[in-house]
T-cell receptor, first 113, second 111 residues
């Protein structure tokens, strides 16, 4: 089954404790992306990757890192989480192209205390 | 920051009514996409509009892309309770590889 998986689905952590949210897709998609969704602000792109070893900042990259060492995986790293990073996070993937459908993972709900 | 502004933000209507959701920007988009999101799930694509002036229909949903490719609309005819959800427009501004979403329209259709 074609899908995007994220882990963990729920995470409660404390300020400053490094964490990684994994994202994996099995559709051989070139383009992968991370978003955060906050009430009243919609979905905002954090980082995106056009292919292996090619990543770039979205609209809200501060406090986040990503890597793309393999085509299927695109982990999101919070080196020193802060309470303002409490949010619902989505990973997405698509073939590369403006008209291509983005497929979203199930989401990761993060609470930073 | 390029923005996609959606209106209205909230809409509560009776079953059988018609409604239109608008998505506007000052930027030109090569294409615009409409998604629907259910609580606790990721957005799911409804349609992609590509050509300025294009109209696409998906059952009771009609999507239009503005002639200048800066705006789009979603019209639902005879809304049903199953149409309840969060509707999002999104796209890639021309000349960028970023992807931006509108602020969303939360629709509730009452039986």
């Amino acid at each position: 089954e074609a899908q995007v998986t994220q882990n963990p689905r729920y995470l409660i952590t404390v300020t400053g404790k490094k964490l990684t949210v994994t994202c994996s897709q099995n559709m051989n998609h070139e383009y992968m992306s991370w978003y955060r969704q906050d009430p009243g602000l919609g979905l905002r792109q954090i980082y995106y990757s056009m292919n292996v070893e090619v990543t770039d900042k979205g609209d809200v990259p501060e406090g986040y890192k990503v890597s793309r060492k393999e085509k299927r995986n695109f982990p999101l790293i919070l080196e020193s989480p802060s309470p303002n990073q409490t949010s619902l996070y989505f990973c997405a993937s698509s073939l590369f192209g403006e008209e291509e459908t983005q497929y979203f993972g199930p989401g990761t709900r993060l609470l930073v205390l | 920051t390029q923005l996609l502004e959606q209106s209205p933000q909230f809409l509560s209507i009776q079953e059988g009514e018609n409604l239109t959701v608008y998505c506007n920007s000052s930027s030109v988009f090569s294409s615009l996409q409409w998604y629907r999101q259910e609580p606790g799930e990721g957005p799911v694509l409804l349609v992609t509009v590509v050509t300025g002036g294009e109209v696409k229909k998906l059952k009771r949903l009609t999507f239009q892309f503005g002639d200048a490719r800066k705006d789009s609309s979603l019209h639902i005819t005879a809304a049903q309770p199953g149409d309840t959800g969060l509707y999002l427009c999104a796209g890639e501004p021309s000349g960028t590889y970023k992807y931006i979403f509108g602020t969303g329209t939360r629709l509730k259709v009452l039986a």
